[in-house]
Nanobody
Framework: VQVVESGGGLVQAGGSLRLSCAFSGFTFDDYAIGWFRQAPGKEREGVSCISSRDGSTKYADSVKGRFTISSDNAENTVYLQMNSLKPEDTAVYYC??????????????????WGQGTQVTVSS
């Protein structure tokens, strides 16, 4: 199983970025893809997740209304559209896959397969 993030970068506060998570190596129907982030000196935080079974999504309170998760099943890619970015959104963003599940969670320790992370920096 491979999970690869892309799309990070430097953006000014109020700006937008779209992260991509390309995954491969499994053909199961039921899985979840989650986005997480970790800022220096802080614990890893669940940002959002999406279930492959019904497309249901979850968001952390800190990003609700600003971030949107979506999936392109034909391309095995999940996106995280991040709008109205704030300096406190600065972190390394990770994508992860949780297999054999019909719902998703933003609890990071159930995810088995992780990408290498992509840096998002929001300047004030």
């Amino acid at each position: 199983v491979q999970v690869v993030e892309s799309g990070g970068g430097l953006v000014q506060a109020g700006g937008s970025l779209r992260l991509s998570c390309a995954f491969s190596g499994f053909t199961f129907d039921d899985y979840a893809i989650g986005w997480f982030r970790q800022a220096p000196g802080k614990e890893r935080e669940g940002v959002s997740c999406i279930s492959s079974r019904d497309g249901s999504t979850k968001y952390a309170d800190s990003v609700k209304g600003r971030f949107t998760i979506s999936s392109d099943n034909a391309e095995n890619t999940v996106y995280l559209q991040m709008n109205s970015l704030k300096p406190e959104d600065t972190a390394v963003y990770y994508c992860a896959a949780d297999l054999y599940v019909s719902t998703c969670t933003t609890w990071y320790n159930v995810y088995d397969y992780w990408g290498q992370g992509t840096q998002v920096t929001v300047s004030s």
